[in-house]
């Protein structure tokens, strides 16, 4: 109600503006016109040469006006074509777009009314610099009349952007959060959040929001959607795999896409494919390849529950770089010249172990659209001085800052961001060591110091009682170009300690050998967590869910599953509790197997194994470099009775930071990405029966011409000299060994 009552007055005012836009531009059109013909009939140009004259301006308008829309949703559908062809068309959308805000910003004041979807985005990533469409609105040297119209545009403008601004408003918050991993490594991990409120509220325009996005949603009626591009491998051992940051942010190698649409079931594959193209389009990625049916499959409750309108594709080979980075961060409003984005220097994030990017959208009609985009990198932090400590209690960890992890400064907040914050967290490995030492958890203590003091100390509980993380708070608000924001970790004493695991270690392996056949092998590990957690009784179980997608060409036989225990061979009916296979269709649909397993708690070890068959391929199927093998992607293995999730007693629901939401999250882990070598054609060989041939014909022919060219009479001629030349020269050696053997004897 009281929303409506806001929003109402601010459409009229638009429905205002928006008749006397039509009248400004006809004022503005009419001028324009008026000095063509007066300039051509100056000249005494004909009347098709007068129009001819208006021509040149209005294309370049239209060009720019077309160049512009290459950024949004459709422009993907221009790249149905292969890799070669999507990377020419990204640089030039790249390319265009830089040139069509260029044009933008410099034709607008001349000509801003001609059409209003133009005119309506100046641009959004600059919103810092232009805070209100008002002043993007200077008119061009205005005849008299329209004046006055013009100052009630500009009046009206003004009232407009103050009435959006009352309404219920689109937000921005960024967020950054640094963590020393056991391994000498540290992990960052960025935040950004946009929102917007429904549709209804705010119609279609945006002021921080990238519309990019919003138009995607409506297009494709997305509820959600997560797309994340990921070079390295998550190391679960080291790293951790129970903690929401592990458990949300690890993913596996190359592209992963999967969205849940609000459509009729009958719609969804055709609206996949045609999502798959926009988003290729937007990311510069050969997303597009999850068009064909052999690569997405649709789960039903391995890999999250749904009513069938879920579909999931990954593309393990996709290598992802600053190409995929830079229209990501164009989505944020200050892309990477202001706030915590400004870190992200490409050679230092790019040097890492890990790289992770991921967009996650969730959008129903109450909440409007919410579009998280995170950023998760490993770095090998460089010692600030060089100082190798070496104790009895091993080595000092290295020291690292904000500024030796990322070689920039913080200088300042992104100017729309309602908050920037940035968390330092400490694993519960060290809150314990830190506990029993007996002394305080302050920023200063006996194991290390932080550079600046925090705002704030925020304390993570499990089960409200056993303290897992602690994390310090500082607010960037304040900090500015004159006065950057750094902050650090200085050791003390060496420190060892290890991130909580995921109930079970995964991995998959390959066995066999030969091009014939071979068997795909699953290995899980227990780490002994649920003894931790759940006490130790011994008659409990522990239930995980496998979700794998298998490319048609590995020919996996369902029945042939053997499970071992611990080494001894189960029947399978005593640990599958659900199983739901969609067998592979050559050349149409991938295999894919979802499971529910239920281990006892004592087992240490599990082994699953499944025979497949391998299948051939036509020779324009193979991708190139096909000697390399084919890659399966990773499995998503996910333990429904553990569930991370940080709570924090003490701080209010006020703190709105997205990064540190208490949210539930389902521990999941992925398995490596699996090489499986394929028959492959000698594709060699087609240049190697070309020379063979070519040099049996040259000597064939070469031999053919020389035979045919020589006569016989001259033939025998020669022939006759050469013996008697052969003849005196045995008789001359024959005389010189009498000789010879007369002297000696
Ligand atoms: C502006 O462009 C839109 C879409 O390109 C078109 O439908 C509309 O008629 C145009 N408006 C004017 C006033 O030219
Ligand atoms: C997908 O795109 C094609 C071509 O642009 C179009 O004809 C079709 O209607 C679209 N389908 C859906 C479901 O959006
Ligand atoms: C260590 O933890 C226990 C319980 O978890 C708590 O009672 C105790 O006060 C802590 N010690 C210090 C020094 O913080
Ligand atoms: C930032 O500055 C404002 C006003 O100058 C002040 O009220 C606020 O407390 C400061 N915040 C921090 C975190 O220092």
Same mark, same amino acid.
């Given at each position: 109600?009281?929303?409506?009552?806001?929003?109402?007055?601010?459409?009229?005012?638009?429905?205002?503006?928006?008749?006397?836009?039509?009248?400004?531009?006809?004022?503005?059109?009419?001028?324009?016109?008026?000095?063509?013909?007066?300039?051509?009939?100056?000249?005494?140009?004909?009347?098709?040469?007068?129009?001819?004259?208006?021509?040149?301006?209005?294309?370049?308008?239209?060009?720019?006006?077309?160049?512009?829309?290459?950024?949004?949703?459709?422009?993907?559908?221009?790249?149905?074509?292969?890799?070669?062809?999507?990377?020419?068309?990204?640089?030039?959308?790249?390319?265009?777009?830089?040139?069509?805000?260029?044009?933008?910003?410099?034709?607008?004041?001349?000509? =801003?009314?001609?059409?209003?979807?133009?005119?309506?985005?100046?641009?959004?990533?600059?919103?810092?610099?232009?805070?209100?469409?008002?002043?993007?609105?200077?008119?061009?040297?205005?005849?008299?009349?329209?004046?006055?119209?013009?100052?009630?545009?500009?009046?009206?403008?003004?009232?407009?952007?103050?009435?959006?601004?009352?309404?219920?408003?689109?937000?921005?918050?960024?967020?950054?959060?640094?963590?020393?991993?056991?391994?000498?490594?540290?992990?960052?991990?960025?935040?950004?959040?946009?929102?917007?409120?429904?549709?209804?509220?705010?119609?279609?325009?945006?002021?921080?929001?990238?519309?990019?996005?919003?138009?995607?949603?409506?297009?494709?009626?997305?509820?959600?959607?997560?797309?994340?591009?990921?070079?390295?491998?998550?190391?679960?051992?080291?790293?951790?795999?129970?903690?929401?940051?592990?458990?949300?942010?690890?993913?596996?190698?190359?592209?992963?896409?999967?969205?849940?649409?609000?459509?009729?079931?009958?719609?969804?594959?055709? &609206?996949?494919?045609?999502?798959?193209?926009?988003?290729?389009?937007?990311?510069?990625?050969?997303?597009?390849?999850?068009?064909?049916? &052999?690569?997405?499959?649709?789960?039903?409750?391995?890999?999250? =529950?749904?009513?069938?309108?879920?579909?999931?594709?990954?593309?393990?080979?996709?290598?992802?770089?600053?190409?995929?980075?830079?229209?990501?961060?164009?989505?944020?409003?200050?892309?990477?010249?202001?706030?915590?984005? =400004?870190?992200?220097?490409?050679?230092?994030?790019?040097?890492?172990?890990?790289?992770?990017?991921?967009?996650?959208?969730?959008?129903?009609?109450?909440?409007?659209?919410?579009?998280?985009?995170?950023?998760?990198?490993?770095?090998?932090?460089? &010692?600030?001085?060089?100082?190798?400590?070496?104790?009895?209690?091993?080595?000092?960890?290295?020291?690292?800052?904000?500024?030796?992890? %990322?070689?920039?400064?913080?200088?300042?907040?992104?100017?729309?961001?309602?908050?920037?914050?940035?968390?330092?967290?400490?694993?519960?490995?060290?809150?314990?060591?830190?506990?029993?030492?007996?002394?305080?958890?302050?920023?200063?203590?006996? %194991?290390?110091?932080?550079?600046?003091?925090?705002?704030?100390?925020?304390?993570?509980?499990?089960?409200?009682?056993?303290?897992?993380?602690?994390?310090?708070?500082?607010?960037?608000?304040?900090?500015?170009?004159?006065?950057?924001?750094?902050?650090?970790?200085?050791?003390?004493?060496?420190?060892?300690?290890?991130?909580?695991?995921?109930?079970?270690?995964?991995?998959?392996?390959?066995?066999?050998?030969?091009?014939?056949?071979?068997?795909?092998?699953?290995?899980?590990?227990?780490?002994?967590?649920?003894?931790?957690?759940?006490?130790?009784?011994?008659?409990?179980?522990?239930?995980?869910?496998?979700?794998?997608?298998?490319?048609?060409?590995?020919?996996?036989?369902?029945?042939?599953?053997?499970?071992?225990?611990?080494?001894?061979?189960?029947?399978?009916?005593?640990?599958?509790?659900?199983?739901?296979?969609?067998?592979?269709?050559?050349?149409?649909?991938?295999?894919?197997?979802?499971?529910?397993?239920?281990?006892?708690?004592?087992?240490?070890?599990?082994?699953?194994?499944?025979?497949?068959?391998?299948?051939?391929?036509?020779?324009?199927?193979?991708?190139?470099?096909?000697?390399?093998?084919?890659?399966?992607?990773?499995?998503?293995? =996910?333990?429904?009775?553990?569930?991370?999730?940080?709570?924090?007693?003490?701080?209010?629901?006020?703190?709105?930071?997205?990064?540190?939401?208490?949210?539930?999250?389902?521990?999941?882990?992925?398995?490596?990405?699996?090489?499986?070598?394929?028959?492959?054609?000698?594709?060699?060989?087609?240049?190697?029966?070309?020379?063979?041939?070519?040099?049996?014909?040259?000597?064939?022919?070469?031999?053919?011409?020389?035979?045919?060219?020589?006569?016989?009479?001259?033939?025998?001629?020669?022939?006759?000299? &050469?013996?008697?030349?052969?003849?005196?020269?045995?008789?001359?050696?024959?005389?010189?060994?009498?000789?010879?053997?007369?002297?000696?004897?």
């Amino acid at each position: 109600m009281h929303r409506e009552s806001r929003s109402s007055p601010s459409e009229l005012q638009l429905l205002l503006l928006r008749f006397l836009l039509v009248q400004h531009r006809w004022a503005v059109v009419g001028g324009w016109r008026d000095e063509i013909r007066r300039r051509a009939s100056q000249r005494g140009l004909t009347a098709e040469q007068r129009l001819e004259a208006g021509g040149p301006r209005r294309r370049r308008l239209e060009a720019g006006d077309q160049r512009g829309r290459a950024a949004t949703p459709g422009a993907g559908q221009a790249h149905h074509g292969g890799a070669e062809s999507r990377t020419a068309g990204c640089r030039q959308t790249g390319k265009a777009h830089t040139e069509a805000t260029k044009q933008q910003e410099v034709k607008l004041p001349t000509d =801003s009314p001609q059409n209003q979807s133009t005119w309506r985005h100046p641009r959004r990533g600059n919103n810092a610099a232009l805070p209100s469409p008002a002043l993007m609105a200077p008119p061009s040297p205005p005849p008299a009349t329209t004046l006055f119209k013009h100052l009630v545009l500009l009046f009206l403008l003004a009232a407009a952007a103050g009435a959006s601004a009352a309404a219920p408003e689109e937000e921005f918050t960024e967020e950054l959060l640094l963590r020393p991993l056991p391994d000498r490594k540290a992990l960052a991990h960025f935040y950004f959040r946009s929102s917007t409120p429904p549709a209804a509220s705010i119609g279609r325009h945006h002021h921080l929001f990238p519309k990019a996005i919003s138009q995607l949603v409506k297009k494709y009626h997305i509820s959600e959607l997560e797309l994340s591009f990921t070079q390295g491998r998550w190391n679960y051992e080291q790293w951790g795999g129970f903690d929401p940051m592990s458990t949300s942010n690890a993913k596996p190698p190359g592209v992963e896409l999967w969205a849940v649409f609000d459509l009729p079931l009958s719609e969804i594959d055709a &609206t996949w494919k045609n999502l798959t193209h926009t988003l290729s389009g937007l990311f510069c990625a050969s997303i597009n390849f999850l068009e064909s049916s &052999t690569s997405f499959s649709a789960p039903r409750w391995g890999f999250k =529950s749904n009513e069938g309108n879920l579909r999931y594709g990954a593309l393990p080979r996709e290598a992802v770089c600053t190409e995929n980075l830079t229209p990501w961060l164009k989505l944020l409003p200050c892309r990477d010249k202001a706030g915590i984005a =400004s870190l992200l220097y490409r050679p230092s994030i790019y040097k890492g172990y890990y790289y992770s990017q991921k967009l996650k959208l969730r959008s129903s009609q109450s909440l409007g659209i919410i579009l998280d985009q995170t950023l998760t990198v490993v770095l090998q932090p460089n &010692t600030i001085n060089g100082k190798q400590l070496h104790s009895s209690h091993g080595q000092l960890q290295p020291s690292w800052s904000m500024r030796h992890l %990322f070689n920039r400064k913080l200088s300042g907040k992104c100017l729309v961001s309602k908050s920037s914050r940035v968390f330092i967290e400490v694993d519960k490995g060290i809150v314990d060591k830190i506990n029993r030492s007996g002394s305080d958890l302050s920023w200063n203590n006996e %194991f290390f110091v932080l550079s600046n003091g925090p705002d704030r100390l925020i304390k993570d509980l499990i089960n409200l009682e056993v303290q897992s993380s602690s994390i310090y708070e500082y607010d960037v608000s304040n900090y500015s170009e004159e006065k950057p924001f750094d902050v650090g970790i200085t050791w003390k004493l060496p420190l060892i300690w290890s991130c909580t695991p995921s109930p079970f270690h995964v991995s998959r392996f390959l066995m066999g050998s030969g091009n014939e056949r071979g068997s795909i092998a699953l290995s899980f590990i227990s780490t002994n967590l649920h003894k931790k957690i759940f006490g130790s009784p011994n008659d409990c179980s522990i239930k995980a869910f496998i979700f794998q997608i298998v490319p048609w060409y590995v020919k996996v036989y369902y029945h042939s599953l053997e499970i071992f225990i611990d080494g001894n061979r189960k029947t399978v009916s005593d640990v599958v509790d659900k199983i739901h296979v969609t067998p592979s269709e050559d050349k149409l649909l991938p295999g894919t197997l979802e499971m529910l397993l239920r281990f006892p708690c004592s087992m240490q070890s599990a082994t699953l194994t499944l025979d497949f068959d391998k299948g051939f391929l036509l020779i324009d199927e193979y991708p190139p470099d096909a000697n390399q093998g084919f890659d399966i992607p990773s499995a998503l293995i =996910s333990f429904p009775e553990f569930n991370s999730a940080r709570n924090f007693p003490e701080t209010d629901p006020l703190l709105g930071s997205p990064l540190l939401e208490n949210f539930q999250v389902v521990v999941k882990s992925y398995t490596e990405v699996l090489l499986v070598p394929l028959t492959t054609p000698d594709f060699s060989m087609p240049y190697n029966v070309i020379t063979f041939t070519c040099t049996i014909l040259a000597l064939y022919f070469g031999s053919l011409l020389n035979a045919l060219r020589r006569r016989i009479g001259e033939e025998e001629r020669e022939l006759k000299k &050469t013996v008697v030349i052969v003849k005196k020269r045995s008789l001359l050696a024959s005389i010189c060994y009498r000789k010879f053997v007369d002297e000696l004897f």
